[in-house]
């Protein structure tokens, strides 16, 4: 056998044929069949034999099995697809980055879909030492305009039971062209060459001398071959009367077949986006775009304002700005304000009273407020934005995301600019909330308690907000401006989640009811029919319809969406009693059980001389503490101002100080009294005039 193994050698040599690879005699000896019939014996290697389209009739196999040759297909969903490239410093010939990349894809080898039926009646399996050599094709189009196929030689490793991971190392600028096919045109192909092994049939003769010669003759051997490997369609191989001179014989080969496989689109969707990083400088990032190749890369940011939905505020009044992030997908919406966040838990807003140790306090104490914010958009402007992205064009071909703000940007800080008064702090909260603390402490000749009630007051204020400020909110680490929107601390400008649930109604007319999960009354502004994957039905309006705490309603005209929106606020009192503040700010003392107050008399503008009075005595009795009056005080032409110092319930500074202020007036005549009922929370200073004598 070894003489007619290395004249089949040579035959290939001279006669290649497409399909063969090569023989490999080390590994299994070649076959042949004794009494010169095609058929193989039954004790040697099971492989595929060449001239079967089918490989049918394959050793040792049952007649129900059937040998095949794979297609080859993408992964649904390649967990180990990578698009890596990197800039090494190196400087390209046109003055630009040079670029390497490496380009992974997960391949799996399937069964043809024309033997899908024959699944039924046969096992099949597929070809033996199948070596999936790959190469990508890069089509580049010339200043002619003639297109140039690239190849770049891949290498594969083992990937489950029948895939593999394709890999492919490019540089310069085929690493743009690369990035441009998958993100843009679609033009790249695997062309697979794959290898198997098989038995090659091939009748073998020994012609003698006068012997009509019909091929060439290599070391005293004559060759015919049969079939292409399965390659293209034909007939089987058939034993012929000519096997009576010549024999069969089985010769173990290596086999080859291709394969095309067009990448497409494939990976242009969000799920892949993330995963064309870009290193340079040693950091690492995600692909914004192709700039990123062209030029030398940098910290960039993914985020760009979004211009193709027109004005944003005449479109969406809640909202103030749109952004786009191209490698996520994501639209964050930036909200026209942020305001105190209203749970089913009540207002999100609190007072701790703390001991304040600092040697120039005047009360002992400063109180400390939080307040959770959250962005104050209207849900049917939300629903009008999510139906509106779908057909802009940044959405083509994606499935775009809209999202709130999840935090604040910590390069530019926040600021509350309406009062100078308390030292504000920022925090990320849960979500797309933020932590807002104040805090307020005496500040020289102002208690602590006078300025917590001014602060309180503008808390509940009507009219513009007089406690504004400014939050910059976070888009990613390295947007590079700040972005900015209002913050509003008013009870009457709020942020709502899971205070109010709706139920739809079953019937026509459509509607549902909707009821107050929370502790606080509620004004419903208006409502919309909610629909996925459509913009908001028409709005009904509900004119500030005043919804009691745990109480329901029934919304008309509603009902027939996925969900009911109901844009709400609180319904806060006009003035808000100071008693009322603790319905939405929750109270709480931490040791401090009292304060130091100054309750001051000031009677410079009054004219003792004119009024006929030589002395005004001042006798001041707290509400709080009806039993105990301040230490007295007098006044005079030549000393017209004075103050007293008491101990007070921490809490007045919320309550209020009802005070009745006892002046008795010295004259000629003798003396007469006048009582005054005053705050002394509310109006620090009392002030005598001629009209509060008389």
């Known amino acids: 056998m070894a003489e007619i193994e290395q004249a089949f050698d040579e035959f290939l040599v001279a006669e290649p044929k497409h399909w063969l690879v090569g023989r490999f005699g080390e590994h299994v000896d070649s076959v042949r069949n004794e009494e010169r019939s095609a058929e193989l014996p039954t004790d040697v290697a099971e492989m595929p034999r060449l ?7 394959a050793v040792g196999t049952d007649a129900a099995t059937l040998w095949y040759l794979p297609e080859f297909t993408l992964l649904g969903e390649d967990p180990k697809f990578a698009f890596d490239a990197e800039q090494p410093g190196s400087v390209a010939e046109d003055g630009g980055p040079f670029n390497t990349a490496v380009l992974k894809v ?3 080898a399937v069964i043809p879909e024309h033997l899908s039926a024959a699944e039924a009646e046969f096992t099949l399996r597929p070809v033996p030492d199948l070596d999936p050599g790959v190469t990508l094709i890069i089509p580049l189009t010339g200043n002619d305009g003639v297109v140039t196929d690239l190849p770049v030689e891949g290498t594969t490793k083992r990937n489950g039971e029948t895939g593999f991971v394709a890999g492919f190392e490019l540089s310069g600028f085929l690493v743009e ?3 441009a096919h998958l993100t843009r045109s679609g033009g790249l192909r695997l062309e697979f060459a794959p290898t198997y092994s098989g038995y090659q049939t091939a009748l073998v003769t020994e012609p003698d001398v006068g012997f009509p010669v019909h091929g ?7 060759f015919e071959v049969f079939g292409d490997g399965g390659n293209t369609a034909g007939a089987p191989f058939l034993p012929l009367l000519i096997n009576q001179i010549g024999r069969y014989v089985f010769f173990p080969s290596k086999a080859r077949f291709h394969r095309t496989l067009r990448l497409g689109l494939t990976f242009n969707t969000d799920a892949y986006r993330s995963r064309f990083t870009i290193t340079s400088m040693g950091l690492s990032r995600h692909i914004i775009d192709i700039n990123d190749l062209s030029e030398f890369a940098g910290q960039r940011s993914e985020y760009r304002e979004l211009t193709t939905l027109g004005n944003i505020p005449d479109t969406y009044p809640s909202i103030r700005r749109v952004f786009f992030g191209q490698v996520s997908g994501t639209v964050i919406a930036v909200p026209a304000a942020y305001g105190i966040l209203v749970t089913a838990q009540g207002a999100r807003a609190s007072c701790d009273s703390v001991v304040d140790e600092s040697p120039a306090t005047l009360s002992g104490c400063r109180f400390h407020f939080t307040f959770t914010v959250a962005p104050m958009v209207d849900p049917i402007d939300m629903a009008r934005l999510r139906a509106d992205v779908p057909d802009i064009p940044e959405a083509v071909g994606r499935t775009l995301r809209v999202a709130l703000p999840g935090g604040l940007d910590s390069r530019t800080p926040s600021t509350l600019d309406g009062f100078p008064a308390g030292r504000a702090a920022f925090a990320d909260s849960d979500g797309t909330t933020v932590t807002v603390s104040v805090d307020i402490a005496d500040d020289r000749p102002t208690p602590a308690t006078t300025t917590v009630n001014l602060f309180l007051q503008q808390l509940a204020a009507t009219g513009p907000p007089p406690l504004f400020g400014s939050l910059v909110v976070r888009l990613d680490d390295v947007f590079p401006q700040p972005v ?16 109010l649930s709706t139920t739809r109604q079953p019937g026509p007319p459509p509607s549902t009811t909707a009821l107050n999960q929370g502790p606080l009354d509620l004004k419903l502004l208006r409502c919309a029919d909610i629909r996925d994957g459509e913009g908001p039905g028409p709005v009904v309006p509900l004119g500030g319809q005043v919804l009691a705490a745990l109480q329901i309603t029934t919304l008309a005209g509603v009902g027939a969406g996925t969900e009911v929106a109901v844009p709400r606020a609180l319904e806060v009192a006009a003035p808000l009693p100071k008693a009322a503040m603790l319905t939405f700010l929750a109270f709480r003392t931490h040791t401090v059980q009292e304060v130091q107050h100054p309750l001051t008399v000031n009677a410079a503008g009054l004219n003792f001389t004119a009024e006929g009075v030589s002395t005004i005595k001042v006798d001041i ?5 009806p039993g105990d009056s301040a230490p007295s005080f007098v006044l005079s032409p030549s000393h017209t101002v004075d103050f007293v110092h008491v ?11 009802d005070s009745t202020v006892l002046l008795t007036l010295t004259t000629a005549s003798g003396s007469r009294t006048v009582s005054v009922v005053h705050d002394f929370v509310d109006e ?3 002030v005598v005039t001629s009209s509060l004598l008389h």
């Open 51 to 57: 001239e079967s389209n089918f490989f049918r009739d």
């Open 106 to 108: 997960s391949v799996d």
């Open 177 to 179: 062209a690369a990035y």
């Open 216 to 222: 060439s003759i290599f070391d005293g051997f004559q």
């Open 484 to 499: 900015r929107t209002s913050l509003l601390l008013n009870l009457r400008n709020t942020a709502h989640s899971d205070d």
């Open 621 to 625: 009795t707290l509400a709080a503490n």
């Open 647 to 657: 101990s007070l319930p921490v809490d007045s500074a919320v309550r209020g100080l």
């Open 684 to 686: 620090p200073v009392l």
